[in-house]
């Protein structure tokens, strides 16, 4: 069983910055995040292997920086100029011998 704890949601004004962290309790293979706005479906934002492959979004590409300390079993998630479209709760997936498990999900909003 994998654990995750995630922190550095908020709300932020269009145009800022927040960095969302997710902490594992065990050696994770792929980690990322995925994204739920209100009413629609979970979609994927971002996706890191251990060996360090990443995998974005369209939406969020030259915005978004997904990075892991493979020292820490954790993934962070630097999100800059959000906009109020990225308003939604992020969720952390860890992936572990074909498994996957999810954080309890921290929300963002972006708004004035």
């Known amino acids: 069983q994998v654990q995750l704890v995630e922190s550095g949601g908020g709300l932020v004004q269009p145009g800022g910055s927040l960095r969302l962290s997710c902490a594992a309790s065990g050696l994770i293979y792929t980690m990322g995040w995925y994204r739920q706005p209100p009413g629609k479906q979970r979609e994927l934002v971002a996706v890191?292997?251990?060996?360090?492959?990443?995998n974005y979004v369209d939406s969020v590409k030259g915005r978004f920086t997904i990075s892991r300390d493979n020292a820490k079993n954790t993934v962070y998630l630097q999100m800059n100029s959000l906009k109020p479209e990225d308003t939604a709760v992020y969720y952390c997936l860890a992936t572990r011998l074909g498994l996957d498990y999810w954080g309890q999900g921290t929300q963002v909003t972006v708004s004035s």
């Open positions: 890191i292997t251990r060996g360090g492959t990443i």
